[in-house]
């Protein structure tokens, strides 16, 4: 083998193994061998020799039986020293402390990942009544309100080529519709600030704010609130709130 294929393979070998924890990371649970090869299509006899040693190293785990797999715990390792390490997320807890006090909702701070956010940092609500939530979750952006507040920096012709082909449909209220989706990213332009109007979780609508520490932004916050006790004047004081939020990171990200 030459070196120039040499290189070649270890590229190859390196790109699967990332899609491989990829693939775990993205579906919770165990998983059996047939079915991981029927969703990555690579060579079964491959595919078990890098599960093997995957797991020998930590980064994915065997049940008992040695047949199913699921991610491991030195995955977790690399997602924490990510957000342990990560400047702005520093920077914005105690602007997110405040926000949460102020607003005794969930508060959410997430960052563009192609076509999805990600969950940076979240603050729990003070409400019996509240959504789940957890730093590391991933959703996707036409869906949130953060995703959206993040995409209407971008331009027209930006987002269709960020976006997917097809939208998936969360729920019944999800735009799906690319210009539909598009005529919105107007509006946020526009007053600022996006909604969701239950297109990520039925019962919950949430207000996003991108923080525009950069061009096109890449990290939003977001309050979230049941519609069972939204009103008018929660509705407005919770959007006064972040816009004062969005100032603070402002100005806290200048010092970094």
């Known amino acids: ?9 270890q590229v190859k070998s390196a790109v699967r193994t990332v899609q491989l924890l990829e693939f775990f990371a993205g579906r919770p649970g165990m998983h059996t061998l047939a079915g ?13 020799m890098l599960l ?3 797991v020998d190293l930590g980064w994915v785990e065997a049940d008992a039986t ?14 924490t020293s990510y957000l ?26 997430a960052r563009l990942d192609g076509t999805d956010v990600v969950y940076l940092a979240t603050r729990a609500s003070q409400h019996h009544l509240r959504p789940f939530s957890r730093a590391g979750r991933r959703l996707p952006a036409h869906s949130t309100s953060l995703g959206k507040a993040l995409l ?8 269709r080529t960020l976006l997917p082909a097809r939208l998936a449909r969360v729920t019944d209220n999800t ?6 989706l598009l005529e919105e990213l107007r509006l946020v ?18 207000f996003g704010i991108a923080v525009p520490y950069r061009s096109p932004a890449r990290d939003a916050i977001s309050c979230s609130v049941p519609v069972a006790r939204l009103t008018p004047a929660h509705e407005q004081a919770v959007k006064s709130a972040l816009f004062d939020a969005r100032d603070q990171l402002m100005q806290a990200a200048r010092t970094l």
């Open 1 to 9: 083998m030459s070196a120039t294929e040499a290189g070649s393979a």
């Open 36 to 48: 991981v090869q029927e969703a990555l299509g690579y060579p079964k006899s491959s595919l078990y």
């Open 52 to 54: 093997r040693t995957l």
């Open 66 to 79: 040695g047949t199913r797999y699921g991610i491991g715990v030195r995955a977790l390792l690399v997602g």
């Open 84 to 109: 342990d390490g990560d400047e702005v997320v520093a920077a914005a807890k105690p602007t997110l402390d405040r926000l949460a006090a102020q607003t005794t909702e969930t508060i959410h701070l």
């Open 152 to 159: 209407a920096t971008h331009t027209d012709a930006e987002v």
């Open 175 to 180: 735009l799906t519709d690319p210009e539909e």
């Open 189 to 206: 332009r526009e007053q600022g600030y996006a909604i969701d109007r239950e297109e990520n979780t039925l019962g919950l609508r949430c």
